[in-house]
């Protein structure tokens, strides 16, 4: 087991490992024992029934929160003409075609999400084994292939966040800032939890949602009760 420092063992220690929480109760505690030094990251790990082995039950999407995630989302966009212009008028930090496809073949990444057009597919394919491992790639399931590069550059400006059960079939996936409000905080988990109840594999045997819980960066985990499923706000 890692050694922990005095201040994390004074946080765990108002953590109750025993008890289930209300997400509305776990986002306040989570908020209580963060790391005071910096604004952390809140993440949530939710592990599922699913054996992702299997193609039918490859849990992967992306979600809108409505309270954002708080980070600031650098977005490339591959494009041209007309597309790339409304691409640079929604606020894409990084638009282009050949000249982005060499830039990143060069070890230039900076940006932490990417959109293509899909007459654009065949250049960013050269690029999977680059974009791929990271998790770049564009993908058509999550939306970031599209011809509509003026809605999907402000959704992931605005917080739309991805999420995709690993091999253990958990998703770890951010739900804002300790800043946040324990409100705001519960209502992005609601609204992941609700989509992750929506796309449910009707192949998954057993219980669905087997545990939940929430963390700031470099803060003890809290569980959260997987039972509640609505009014998430709720004490």
Known sequence: MPKHGKKYNEAAAKVDSSKFYT??????????????????????????????????QNIRGSISLPNG??????????????????AEAAGADIVGSDDLVAEIQKGNINFDAVIATPNM?????RLGKILGPRGLMPNPKLGTVTMDVQKMVGELKAGRVEYR?????????PMGKVSFG??????????LYTELLRVKPSSAKGKY????????TM????????????NFTEA
């Open 209 to 216: 949602v087997k545990s939940v819980v929430v963390s700031s």
């Open 165 to 173: 059960a690993d091999r253990y079939g958990i998703c770890h996936v």
């Open 69 to 86: 995630t708080g980070q600031t989302v650098r977005v490339a966009v591959f494009a041209e003409g007309d597309k790339a212009r409304e």
């Open 219 to 230: 803060g003890p985990g809290v569980k959260i009760d997987s039972s509640v499923t609505r």
């Open 23 to 56: 997400p509305m109760e776990a986002m306040s505690l989570v908020k209580e024992v963060a790391p005071e030094k910096f604004d952390a990251t809140v993440e949530v790990s939710i592990r599922l029934g699913v054996d992702t082995r299997k193609a039918d």
């Open 182 to 191: 324990a409100d705001k905080l519960a209502e992005n988990y609601g609204a």
């Open 121 to 125: 597919m065949s250049k960013v394919g």
